[in-house]
């Protein structure tokens, strides 16, 4: 196992979703394929987890506007996409 892999193992990964989000599906399967262990916050209204919006824009300084949104040690990196680069960009250099 190489360095890459360690430091992912230690990662903390929290994500929020929705119930019925198709996206937030695919980037967790994504993650938990890399072997990210996976918090997650589930966000569908105000009666399902009230405080996770407020809680949000005060860590991160910005409004949840969309999920899913993925923290990965306590950086915010963004929905699926961002996410595939970084899983991606690790793959790479892995390899070299």
Request: a positive charge; proline letters at 3%.
């Given at each position: 196992m190489n360095n890459t892999d360690n430091d992912?193992?230690?990662?903390?990964v929290?994500?929020?979703?929705?119930k019925h989000c198709i996206w937030c599906g695919r980037v967790k399967r994504l993650l938990t394929?890399?072997?990210y262990p996976i918090s997650e916050?589930?966000?569908?209204?105000s009666d399902d987890n009230p405080t996770a919006i407020p809680d949000f824009k005060s860590k991160y300084n910005q409004d949840l506007k969309t999920v899913?949104?993925?923290?990965?040690d306590g950086k915010l990196i963004g929905g699926y996409?961002?996410?595939e680069r970084l899983v991606k960009?690790?793959?790479?250099?892995?390899?070299v």
């Open positions: 992912k193992k230690k990662s903390t929290i994500m929020y979703t929705s394929d890399n072997d916050e589930i966000i569908v209204g899913p949104q993925v923290i990965i996409t961002e996410v960009g690790l793959k790479s250099i892995n390899r």
